[in-house]
C-alpha cells in the first residue's frame, strides 16, 4: 500500500486518493510518496517546481543536460523535426537525421571509430556492445570467446548483459543468478591514498591491473575472452578516477590478447572531461565507445555504439560476402527520426558554443571550489574531482551507509539544489553553461547540509 500524502500538506496535482502513482526507478519510493518531488519547467541551470520553487540542477539532470535545459536551437530541431517526419522504420531503410547524426558523431569520436549503432538508452548501448564482440569474434571464427571481463562497481545499466558485467552487487542482489554465465570482474580503481584528487590523475602505489593479468585472466584464458568493458572515469560509483596510464595498459593488455576494449562513455562523453570523448582525454582509443544521454542534451531518449572500420569491415567480410555475418540486433527506434534530429542540434550546438572548451575551462573552477570549501568538514574522507563532476565521500556518520548521502541530497534539494547522491558519496556535475555564481551556490548548499548533518 502506498503510504499517504500528509495531511497538512496541499492535495499533489498529480495523485489520486492521496497517493503518487508512478513508480520511480533507483528512489527509496515510501519515503518519495510521502514527501514527492515534481518539477514543471526548467531553463538553462534551473528547475521549477511544482510548488513554484526553483532548483538550480547541479547534476545535468542526470548526467545528460550539458548545454543546459531548454536548449533553443535543440528544441527548434526537435519541433520542426516533428513537422517534417515523425518516424520512419529502423529497418532496411533510415532517415536523412540519423545519417547525419552518425556522421557527426563518427567525427568526433576518435580514429577508425566509424560506424554507429543507435539505441535508445546506455543499457541499450551496453548490450548492444556485447552483443557486437561476440558476433566479431565468431565471424572470425573464434566463436569460443564469450567470457566478459568488466570492474567491480562498474555501472553499465540494468538490462541483463549491462547489469551482468556491471560490478554493482545492490543491483543484481534481486535476480538471483540469472545473470550472464561468463563474467568476471577486475579490481576497483581506488587506492585510499589519493583520496583527494583534484583535476590530475593519481600515480598509484601498485599496479592495479596485476590481478587482470595475474589471476583473471589465466583463469578464463585469455583466448577465451571476447571482451573488456570499462567506464573511463566510473562515474555511478562515484567519480572515481583511474591512475595514470591505467586505460593505456588496458589497451596494450587486450591488443596482445585479440580482446576487444570497450569504453562505456555515457557519462564521460560529448565533453565531461573537456574533450568529445573520455578516449581522447586519455589517449587510448577502444574498438567500441556506447554513448547516450548528452548526445541529445537529455531531450529524446538515445544511445549508440560507435565501432571500429575493423569490427564493422570483420562482421561484413567486405573480401567474402558469401561469409558476411549480418547483425540482426536493433531496435524498434534505432535511430529515430525526432531523436536524431534532437541530436544532429545538439551536436551542432555544442561545437558553435564551443562547450567542450567551457567545460574545460569550468572544471579547475568547480574543482577549487569543492576541495577549498567541504575538504575540512566533518566526515569527508575524500573529494574527487576531474573535467566538469566532483565526488565527495562521506564516512563515519551514525546511520546506515547510503542513508545519509540520501538524507544530505533531500536537505540540498529542501534548499534549493539538485546533487547526485551514490552510496555515501555526493556528486556534482553541473552543465557546461554553469556559472561561478551557480558553483558557489551548490557548493554552498552541500556543505551546509554535510555540517547540519554532521
Ligand atoms: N552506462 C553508464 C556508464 C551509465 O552511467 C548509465 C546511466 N547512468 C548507463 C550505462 C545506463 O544508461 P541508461 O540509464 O540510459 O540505460
Redesign the pocket.
Known amino acids: 500500500m502506498d503510504a499517504p500524502l500528509p495531511a497538512d500538506k496541499p492535495q499533489h496535482p498529480y495523485a489520486r486518493a492521496g497517493t503518487v502513482h508512478q513508480w520511480l526507478p533507483f528512489t527509496p519510493n515510501r519515503d518519495f510518496q510521502r514527501q514527492p518531488r515534481v518539477v514543471v519547467q526548467a531553463s538553462g541551470m534551473h528547475f521549477t517546481t511544482s510548488n513554484g520553487r526553483s532548483v538550480l540542477d547541479g547534476v545535468s539532470s ?2 545528460c543536460v550539458n548545454a543546459g535545459h531548454r536548449c533553443a536551437p535543440i528544441n527548434a530541431a526537435i519541433r520542426d523535426q516533428l513537422e517534417m517526419l515523425d518516424y520512419s522504420t529502423a529497418f532496411s531503410m533510415t532517415n536523412d537525421r540519423a545519417v547525419q547524426a552518425a556522421g557527426m558523431i563518427a567525427a568526433l569520436a576518435p580514429d577508425d571509430l566509424n560506424k554507429v549503432l543507435f539505441c535508445n ?6 548490450d548492444t556492445s556485447l552483443k557486437l564482440a561476440l558476433a566479431y569474434h565468431r565471424a572470425r571464427g573464434e566463436g569460443h570467446r564469450c567470457v566478459f571481463i568488466g570492474r567491480e562497481r ?6 541483463f548483459g ?1 547489469m551482468s558485467v556491471g560490478g554493482i552487487p545492490g543491483n543484481r542482489k534481486a535476480y538471483g543468478a540469472a545473470m550472464l554465465p561468463r563474467v568476471d570482474h577486475m579490481r576497483f580503481i581506488h587506492d585510499p591514498a589519493h583520496a583527494f584528487i583534484q583535476g590530475e590523475l593519481p600515480q598509484w602505489r601498485e599496479d592495479p591491473l596485476l590481478d587482470l593479468e595475474q589471476r583473471i585472466l589465466p583463469l578464463h584464458d585469455p583466448s577465451n575472452v571476447a571482451a573488456i568493458i570499462v ?1 573511463p572515469v566510473a ?2 560509483a562515484g567519480w572515481y578516477v583511474p591512475p595514470q596510464g591505467y586505460l593505456q595498459r588496458l589497451r596494450e593488455i587486450c591488443d596482445k590478447h585479440g580482446i576487444l576494449l570497450i569504453f ?5 562523453g560529448f565533453g565531461r572531461l573537456g574533450t568529445a570523448f573520455a578516449a581522447q582525454y586519455f589517449g587510448v582509443t577502444p574498438d567500441m565507445l ?1 554513448f ?2 548528452g548526445v541529445t542534451n537529455g531531450t529524446i ?1 538515445m ?1 549508440g555504439v560507435v565501432c571500429s572500420d575493423r569490427i564493422y569491415d570483420t562482421l561484413m567480410q567486405v573480401d567474402q560476402p558469401a561469409h558476411a555475418i549480418e547483425f540482426f540486433h536493433g531496435y524498434t527506434y534505432s535511430g529515430h527520426p525526432v531523436a536524431s534530429a534532437a541530436a544532429v542540434a545538439t551536436l551542432q550546438h555544442y561545437v558553435e558554443a564551443d562547450l567542450f572548451a567551457r567545460a574545460a575551462r569550468m572544471a579547475p573552477v568547480l574543482g577549487d571550489a569543492m576541495h577549498s570549501q567541504l575538504r575540512n568538514l566533518p566526515h569527508v574522507t575524500g573529494i574527487r574531482t576531474l573535467g566538469m563532476a566532483g565526488a565527495v565521500e562521506l564516512q563515519g556518520i551514525a546511520g546506515s551507509p547510503g542513508k545519509r548521502a540520501y538524507e544530505i541530497f533531500l536537505r540540498c534539494y529542501e534548499n534549493g539544489v539538485l546533487v547526485r547522491n551514490a552510496g555515501d558519496v555526493l556528486v556534482f556535475a553541473p552543465a557546461f553553461i554553469a556559472e561561478e555564481t551557480h558553483i558557489a551556490q551548490m557548493v554552498d548548499t552541500l556543505g551546509e547540509a554535510i555540517r547540519a548533518l554532521a
Open positions: 542526470l548526467w538508452s546506455g543499457s541499450e548501448a551496453a562498474g555501472y553499465h545499466g540494468v538490462n549491462g567506464e562515474g555511478s562505456d562513455e555515457v557519462i564521460t556506447n547516450a544521454k531518449p544511445g
